[in-house]
């Protein structure tokens, strides 16, 4: 069956370093998403991308890339973590006018 | 894209009717209005969408108001695998990537 998937699920790192979240999708979906969500409260976009070699910044796309080379995967880059970006992120894909399918989530946490 | 209101929270007795309200005052003609719902830290997950005609799955039914400017969702018969925190959100359509989840509404249904 195809699905979307995210690694780590977990991942604890120091302020300062790079980190690399995995999203891959097997729907050949075009539209990819990334969002964060802090305790307690919704989902907020961070980046998205419409296509290979295609990325749009979202709300809170201060501190994050991305990047699209295939249709399959959007890994999404914190370039020097932060504590502030400590957060559950999620990845999501869709097609056109179907909804969106979420990824299980990545728990991060900068010390 | 139109923000939306929800209540913080509401109880729901098992096996009766759950009913959702959603403000989206705002809300421009070519914008749906999505349903989502968060169990327990996991992924989204897609419930239902409308523009203007009421609409029913086998999740859920979705009531918009004539002028649009709010929707009900309602869970017939509410079971304890219910109990989420529910997102309404409004947008053009899933290719829109620029849509907000507020905090949504907290549903805990209760024997």
């Known amino acids: 069956d195809a699905e979307i998937t995210q690694s780590p699920r977990h991942k604890i790192t120091e302020t300062g370093r790079q980190v690399t979240l995995a999203c891959h999708q097997t729907?050949?979906?075009?539209?990819m998403f990334w969002y964060r969500q802090d305790l307690g409260h919704g989902l907020r976009l961070i980046h998205y991308?419409?296509?290979?070699?295609?990325?749009n910044k979202g709300e809170v796309s201060d501190g994050y890339s991305v990047s699209r080379s295939n249709t399959e995967d959007l890994p999404l880059t914190l370039e020097s973590a932060a504590s502030s970006q400590t957060s559950v992120y999620f990845c999501?894909?869709?097609?056109?006018?179907?909804?969106?399918?979420f990824g299980p989530g990545t728990r991060l946490l900068v010390l | 894209d139109a923000k939306t209101t929800q209540p913080p929270s509401m109880d729901c007795a098992e096996g009766r009717a759950a009913n959702l309200p959603c403000n989206h005052s705002?809300?421009?003609?070519?914008?749906?209005v999505y349903w989502y719902r968060q169990i327990h830290s996991q992924g989204p997950q897609y419930i239902i969408h409308?523009?203007?005609n009421n609409e029913t799955n086998e999740m859920a039914s979705l009531i918009i108001t004539e002028d649009r400017k709010s929707s009900t969702l309602i869970l017939p018969h509410a079971t304890l695998r219910d109990t989420a925190v529910y997102y309404c959100?409004?947008?053009?359509?899933?290719?829109?990537?620029?849509?907000?989840f507020g905090d949504g509404t907290t549903l805990t249904v209760k024997p």
């Open positions: 999501a894909s869709s097609d056109t006018q179907e909804t969106q399918y």
């Open positions: 705002t809300i421009s003609g070519n914008e749906y």
């Open positions: 729907w050949n979906h075009n539209n």
């Open positions: 959100i409004v947008r053009v359509n899933a290719n829109a990537g620029k849509s907000t």
């Open positions: 991308s419409y296509g290979v070699q295609d990325t």
């Open positions: 409308g523009l203007k």
